[in-house]
């Protein structure tokens, strides 16, 4: 191994902890609360249209907030919009905690999803810089790795709490753990930017997003639709499941166990998947992933019982487990020096407008027709996305000479 990889590595285990720990700590939070949100709601008062309603404004928070986060993070640094984030987050499961009324949780879950917007801007942002090029696609794995295990494990440490002080200790449990994220982000090592970046012609002239969105269209209207089409599939699959185990007519005990096993197969792959597309290049798992998916869902409705019903969903998991970090991956590529908080803003705008709209879609279309045709369709725009990122990634493919321009204070 080279000087150079041997730095690089150096540089990743140097900032392991309190680069990857936030995040950890933050799915806990956000898991632990996940599945109370729609039983608080109901317990507040709301009917069971609004309850659904109120557990999309995490969605709309995040969405909202993509292009706010990446000027603040742009203006006061990554390390400082991760610690601004978790204390948003924490007031805001506070607020959820002791809402008087609907109105004032409903406030509280927005915030909660602004709050995550900025978080997962900053520590994409965060990576993208400290991390050489080389070893980009293992760290972003790694970081949306860590962030499903805490998603996993918060609705179990939520259940503990539940058990002592009610629905609202589903909040003080979220609190808590985004509270230590915050801590431990304090201890994240600033960025300083190199001599040319600090005193080039274009250091006071701050990209704004419009002239982003002018420079990159090409890419944007490129691999980031293949970027909205993946995020559309993979928010899908999270309701396809279930609802295709009801119409099996399986019990709430069994979904939940097919549900948990294809969750556990996608934690397991995100190491080894950020290591090829290091290695190889990000088609190699990119394609894959939305192939298997695809393919996934497309069978998916051929299902007869738990059985077949278990496999497809394995598929799903291992699909989507091998495609952590893929979005990121691809932001960090294509994102320019000047200007890659706003670049990453945009292009987390896109994401989320994909997770919106996969569910949408996948309701609108069980409405109108069936189920089956619902899940056949999301399987078509997986297959569609593969052949996306197969056609357009290899054509822009990223300069490394765009690798991050600053490096981990000593």
């Given amino acids: 191994m080279s000087e150079k990889d041997n730095a690089g590595q150096l540089n990743l285990r140097k900032i392991a902890i309190p680069a990857f720990g936030p995040s950890l700590l933050f799915g806990l939070g956000e898991g632990a ?28 928070g995040s969405l909202l907030c993509n292009i706010p986060a990446s000027l603040l993070t742009a203006k006061y640094g990554e390390r400082r919009a991760i610690i601004v984030a978790a204390a948003l987050s924490m007031t805001a499961m506070v607020c959820c905690a002791e809402a008087p009324n609907i109105w004032v949780f409903s406030a509280g879950i927005l915030m909660i999803g602004a709050a995550s ?38 609705p179990f440490a939520g259940a503990l709490a539940i058990g002592m002080l009610g629905l609202s200790g589903a909040y003080w449990v979220g609190a808590a753990a ?26 006071a002239r701050p990209a704004g997003v419009r002239s982003l969105l002018v420079s990159h269209r090409r890419v944007l209207l490129t691999v980031g639709l293949g970027v909205l089409l993946v995020s559309a599939v993979r928010a899908s699959r999270q309701a396809v499941i279930p609802l295709w185990a009801e119409h099996l007519g399986l019990d709430a005990a069994t979904t939940s166990l097919v549900y948990g096993l294809s969750g556990a197969i996608d934690m397991l792959v995100f190491y080894p998947a950020g290591k090829v597309m290091d290695r190889k290049g990000r088609t190699w798992v990119a394609v894959p992933s939305m192939s298997l998916m695809g393919v996934a869902l497309l ?37 320019p020096s000047r200007g890659r908080a706003q670049f990453l803003g ?17 309701a609108g279309l069980t409405a109108i027709a069936a189920l089956a045709v619902g899940i056949a369709a999301t399987g078509v725009l997986g297959m569609v996305a593969a052949a996306a990122l197969w056609y357009w990634i290899p054509r822009n493919a990223p300069d490394a000479g765009s690798a991050a321009q600053r490096q981990i204070r000593p």
């Fill in 178 to 203: 985004v509270l230590a994220a915050g801590a431990v982000a304090w201890t994240l090592p600033d960025l300083v930017h190199t001599v040319a970046e600090r005193t080039g012609p274009a250091a």
């Fill in 346 to 362: 945009i292009w987390r705008f896109l994401s989320d407008v994909g997770s919106s709209g996969g569910p949408a879609l996948l």
């Fill in 33 to 60: 609360i996940l599945p109370v949100i729609a039983l608080s709601s109901r317990s507040l008062g709301a009917s069971v249209a609004a309850a659904a309603l109120i557990v999309t404004l995490l969605g709309i």
């Fill in 299 to 335: 069978l998916m409705p051929l299902t007869v019982g738990v059985g077949s019903l278990l496999l497809v969903s394995l598929l799903i998991g291992f699909g989507n487990g091998i495609g952590s970090g893929m979005i990121m991956t691809l932001g960090a590529d294509y994102s």
């Fill in 117 to 154: 917007a900025v978080f997962n801007l900053a520590r994409q942002s965060y990576l993208t810089e400290a991390v050489p090029v080389q070893f980009r696609a293992r760290a972003m794995s790694t970081l949306g790795g860590v962030m499903r295990i805490g998603v996993f494990a918060g």
